[in-house]
């Protein structure tokens, strides 16, 4: 009888790991699941920016509310720094560049997301700044095609920098138009040499077609 019971005993537990493990396996999830269900959500992710009206960033369409969007970066990678009602700040990789400052910017009044930028890296020179945003300039114009708009000068009259530092000093006195506009069914991307808080970077910002004018018609309502 003790015999019996051992038996039963043991064929119910392996009856249970069965179960367990089948069920397990049905999650696609193998002893590497992690990088899987990574890549199985960037699939899912990709699909549904093909599938969607809305512009993408990271193959995630440019929507929703903050916090989902923010949940949904953070499967890409990214770190969140801070965030208030109106915007996230996130950091991370992008477009082989290693800690860019991502920022997703919302209408409070509505909380959906309209707006993407990505900062790169700031750069101390000119020639470094120049060789980012024509780089970037280069592989959006391969995927987006030619520019809308593109507007490269300095603002300094007949007399124009010729030596790095020259340059340099132009960004840093906003005397320097440097920014190029792909304008898409989906909505807008501009890439931008930026002077901002004693930083000289290189800025692309995603401006989602369908939310911008959304966010547009609850502006106009305080007017």
């Known amino acids: 009888m003790k ?37 199985e959500t960037a699939e899912v992710d990709t699909i549904s920016a093909e599938n969607s009206n809305h512009l993408a960033f990271k193959g995630v369409p440019i929507d929703g509310t903050l916090s989902r969007y923010v949940s949904k970066m953070k499967r890409a990678g ?15 990789d992008f477009a082989g560049f290693k800690n860019c400052l991502v920022t997703v910017s919302v209408l409070k009044t509505t909380n959906l997301v309209n707006s993407i930028s990505v900062a790169f890296p700031g750069r ?3 020639s470094l700044l120049e060789n980012d945003y024509t780089n970037l300039k280069t592989m959006l114009t391969e995927k987006y095609g030619r520019p809308s708009k593109c507007v490269e000068k300095f603002e300094s009259g007949p007399l124009q920098p ?6 340099f000093t132009m960004l840093q006195l906003n005397e ?13 991307i501009r890439l931008s040499l930026e002077n901002r808080d004693r930083n000289r970077f290189v800025q692309l910002q995603y401006s989602d077609g369908i939310n911008t004018k959304v ?5 106009i309502k305080d007017l």
């Open 3 to 39: 015999k019996f019971l051992l038996i039963m005993g043991l064929l119910a537990l392996l009856l249970a790991a069965g179960i367990e493990f089948k069920s397990y396996m049905s999650e696609g999830k193998t002893e590497k699941d992690v990088p899987e269900a990574i890549v």
């Open 215 to 219: 966010i547009e018609k609850e502006a």
């Open 124 to 126: 101390e020179s000119w």
């Open 176 to 188: 320097c138009k440097w920014f190029t506009t792909y304008t898409t069914p989906k909505g807008t």
């Open 78 to 92: 990214f770190t969140p720094v801070e965030t208030s009602d109106e915007s996230a700040v996130l950091t991370g």
């Open 162 to 167: 010729q030596s790095d530092m020259e340059k």
